[in-house]
């Protein structure tokens, strides 16, 4: 296996491993430390099955419960309806994708947030349609002084409604699934378990701050993430089909970049739950193991 960390503070890419295959403690370890350290691993050309992908999926921990909380953890991103044709750019399943345009940590507007996740490439288009993950550790240490003083302790609030309802959100759901999707607080620094780097905790779902001014704070907010998602805290991923990323939601940010609308892009994403004891989110077949 080789490791090969990007030019940028976070990024690596990983060959000579095949993940249709169960991995070896020794292996797993060794990838486990490189995303510890990297936060995003690309693995090219790995070309896994929906059950090969999950089987990977399942060594970084339990499997998270989608926002339809329908007992599957495959999640389709894409542009493509039953019948095989791309669907039109005003359709809500195209507005749906252009939310995740925008920096974000995949579920942050849940009680816990994703720990991890795994995204695949099963169709691409010619051309666009990267993905980008900001390192917010070195965001964080990037902070002056008195900014880091300020926001120790604060606490935001993340709001799927926030976030989602301009993209349909609110749609695509019922009664039942929005009653679990009400606004939570999580730490706007937060400490990394694995390797006790602070990093800042932000995105699309960070609505405001606690106690502070609804307007000023999401004005921070928002350029909290906006300067710390430069470079060199940025890695840009052109897709090929068949290639595996991994992400650290605890610690970076991403977000797609757009395509022609009128090309296919169809991308097979898994999720790991947050190591909360009590997560309220992670699948029940997962929750007993
Ligand atoms: C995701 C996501 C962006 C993309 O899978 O969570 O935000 O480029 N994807 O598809
Ligand atoms: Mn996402």
Not at 107 to 133: C, D, F, I, M, N
């Amino acid at each position: 296996m080789q490791i090969c960390p990007s030019d940028a503070t976070l990024g690596a890419e990983v060959t000579g491993i095949d993940l249709r295959n169960p991995l070896s403690d020794a292996d797993f370890a060794e990838i486990e430390n490189a995303w510890h350290d990297r936060g995003v691993l690309i693995f090219p050309g790995q070309n896994l099955t929906d059950e090969q992908h999950l089987a990977f999926t399942r060594r970084f921990g339990r499997l998270e419960l989608s926002i339809r909380r329908n007992g599957s953890n495959l999640g389709r991103l894409s542009n493509v309806d039953k019948d095989g044709n791309v669907v039109p750019r005003s359709s809500l399943q195209a507005r749906f994708l252009l939310g995740n345009t925008y920096w974000h940590s995949d579920s942050s507007y849940k009680s816990v947030g994703a720990k991890a996740s795994l995204l695949a490439a099963h169709k691409v288009p010619s051309e666009g349609g990267e993905t980008e993950w900001a390192d917010m550790r070195a965001a964080y240490d990037a902070l002056d002084q008195s900014m880091k003083d300020w926001l120790e302790g604060k606490i935001a609030v993340h709001s799927y409604e926030y976030s989602h309802k301009p993209f349909g959100g609110m749609e695509i759901l019922g009664p039942e699934e929005l009653k679990h999707l009400v606004p939570v607080e999580h730490a706007v620094v937060k400490t990394h378990p694995a390797t006790g780097r602070r990093n800042l905790f932000v995105g699309r779902h960070a609505s405001h701050i606690l106690g502070e001014d609804l307007a000023t704070s999401r004005a921070l907010l928002e350029r909290l993430t906006e300067e710390g998602a430069q470079s060199p805290r940025t890695y840009k991923h052109q897709w090929r089909a068949g290639d595996l990323v991994i992400w650290d939601n605890r610690c970076v940010l991403h977000r797609g970049h757009r395509w022609p609308d009128d090309q296919a892009r169809v991308m097979v994403r898994t999720t790991v739950a947050g190591d909360d004891p009590d997560n309220e989110w992670v699948m029940q077949e997962d929750a007993a193991a």
